[in-house]
Protein backbone atom coordinates (compact mmCIF):
# COMPACT_ATOMS: atom_id res chain seq x y z
CA UNK A 1 0.00 0.00 0.00
CA UNK A 2 1.19 3.86 -0.73
CA UNK A 3 -0.99 6.53 1.35
CA UNK A 4 -0.95 9.87 -0.55
CA UNK A 5 -1.92 12.66 1.00
CA UNK A 6 -2.16 15.99 -0.81
CA UNK A 7 -1.91 19.52 0.75
CA UNK A 8 -1.22 23.32 -0.62
CA UNK A 9 -4.83 23.98 -2.27
CA UNK A 10 -6.74 26.86 -1.66
CA UNK A 11 -8.14 30.11 -3.48
CA UNK A 12 -6.34 32.02 -5.77
CA UNK A 13 -6.59 35.10 -8.13
CA UNK A 14 -7.03 34.48 -11.77
CA UNK A 15 -3.06 34.74 -12.82
CA UNK A 16 -1.78 34.03 -9.38
CA UNK A 17 0.57 30.90 -8.59
CA UNK A 18 -0.25 27.78 -6.38
CA UNK A 19 2.08 25.25 -5.35
CA UNK A 20 0.26 21.79 -4.30
CA UNK A 21 2.61 18.92 -2.68
CA UNK A 22 1.39 14.95 -2.25
CA UNK A 23 3.36 13.43 0.48
CA UNK A 24 4.03 9.28 0.06
CA UNK A 25 4.20 7.11 2.99
CA UNK A 26 4.12 3.14 2.88
CA UNK A 27 5.96 0.80 0.27
CA UNK A 28 8.80 2.29 -2.18
CA UNK A 29 7.59 5.93 -3.50
CA UNK A 30 10.39 5.44 -6.23
CA UNK A 31 8.66 2.38 -7.57
CA UNK A 32 6.08 4.94 -8.63
CA UNK A 33 5.65 7.13 -11.58
CA UNK A 34 2.99 9.98 -10.06
CA UNK A 35 0.72 11.65 -11.79
CA UNK A 36 -1.40 14.44 -10.94
CA UNK A 37 -5.27 14.35 -12.05
CA UNK A 38 -7.80 17.09 -11.26
CA UNK A 39 -11.81 16.72 -11.08
CA UNK A 40 -14.05 20.01 -11.15
CA UNK A 41 -17.65 19.92 -10.28
CA UNK A 42 -19.53 18.15 -12.85
CA UNK A 43 -16.96 16.36 -15.08
CA UNK A 44 -14.90 13.60 -15.92
CA UNK A 45 -11.25 13.57 -13.43
CA UNK A 46 -8.64 14.12 -16.42
CA UNK A 47 -5.09 13.74 -16.97
CA UNK A 48 -2.80 16.78 -15.89
CA UNK A 49 0.43 15.31 -15.85
CA UNK A 50 2.71 12.64 -14.79
CA UNK A 51 6.85 12.70 -13.48
CA UNK A 52 8.94 8.96 -14.26
CA UNK A 53 10.53 7.63 -11.03
CA UNK A 54 13.68 9.44 -10.84
CA UNK A 55 12.00 12.93 -12.06
CA UNK A 56 13.82 13.24 -14.98
CA UNK A 57 10.64 12.67 -17.08
CA UNK A 58 7.90 14.49 -17.33
CA UNK A 59 4.61 14.75 -19.34
CA UNK A 60 1.73 17.29 -19.43
CA UNK A 61 -1.41 17.81 -21.03
CA UNK A 62 -1.60 20.32 -23.31
CA UNK A 63 -3.84 22.54 -21.44
CA UNK A 64 -0.90 23.41 -18.78
CA UNK A 65 1.64 23.23 -21.05
CA UNK A 66 4.11 25.93 -20.30
CA UNK A 67 1.67 26.87 -16.82
CA UNK A 68 2.26 23.87 -15.02
CA UNK A 69 5.36 21.95 -13.77
CA UNK A 70 5.34 18.54 -12.11
CA UNK A 71 8.35 17.31 -9.78
CA UNK A 72 9.57 15.07 -7.24
CA UNK A 73 11.87 14.90 -4.19
CA UNK A 74 12.38 11.14 -3.54
CA UNK A 75 14.48 11.92 0.34
CA UNK A 76 11.47 13.37 1.19
CA UNK A 77 8.74 11.23 -0.46
CA UNK A 78 6.86 13.97 -2.20
CA UNK A 79 5.66 15.21 -5.60
CA UNK A 80 5.02 18.50 -6.21
CA UNK A 81 3.08 20.47 -8.72
CA UNK A 82 3.30 24.18 -9.35
CA UNK A 83 0.78 25.96 -11.05
CA UNK A 84 1.37 29.41 -12.68
CA UNK A 85 -0.97 31.52 -14.43
CA UNK A 86 -3.92 30.33 -13.04
CA UNK A 87 -7.07 30.54 -15.05
CA UNK A 88 -10.79 30.75 -13.32
CA UNK A 89 -11.30 26.85 -15.78
CA UNK A 90 -8.72 25.43 -13.48
CA UNK A 91 -10.82 25.33 -10.85
CA UNK A 92 -11.07 21.51 -9.44
CA UNK A 93 -10.41 18.97 -7.00
CA UNK A 94 -6.32 17.93 -7.58
CA UNK A 95 -5.52 14.38 -7.02
CA UNK A 96 -2.26 12.34 -7.17
CA UNK A 97 -1.85 9.11 -7.88
CA UNK A 98 0.90 6.53 -7.89
CA UNK A 99 1.22 3.91 -10.93
CA UNK A 100 3.35 1.31 -12.44
CA UNK A 101 3.33 2.74 -15.78
CA UNK A 102 4.19 5.46 -17.56
CA UNK A 103 -0.01 6.71 -18.06
CA UNK A 104 -2.43 9.09 -18.54
CA UNK A 105 -5.66 7.32 -17.74
CA UNK A 106 -6.99 7.17 -13.98
CA UNK A 107 -7.33 3.04 -14.75
CA UNK A 108 -3.77 2.69 -14.85
CA UNK A 109 -2.82 4.21 -11.47
CA UNK A 110 -2.89 1.94 -8.13
CA UNK A 111 -3.09 4.36 -4.93
CA UNK A 112 -4.82 8.48 -5.02
CA UNK A 113 -4.59 10.23 -2.36
CA UNK A 114 -7.70 12.22 -0.99
CA UNK A 115 -7.60 15.53 -3.29
CA UNK A 116 -7.21 19.23 -2.52
CA UNK A 117 -9.45 21.92 -3.47
CA UNK A 118 -7.83 24.52 -5.79
CA UNK A 119 -9.90 27.82 -6.71
CA UNK A 120 -9.20 30.04 -9.04
CA UNK A 121 -11.43 33.64 -9.08
CA UNK A 122 -11.70 35.91 -12.03
Known amino acids: QVQLKESGGGLVQAGGSLNVSCAAS????????MGWFRQATGKEREFVGIVNINGGITNYADFVKGRFTISRDNAKNTVYLQMNSLKPDDTAVYYC???????????????WGQGTQVTVSS
Open 97 to 111: AASRFWATSPGNYDY
Open 26 to 33: GRTFTNYA
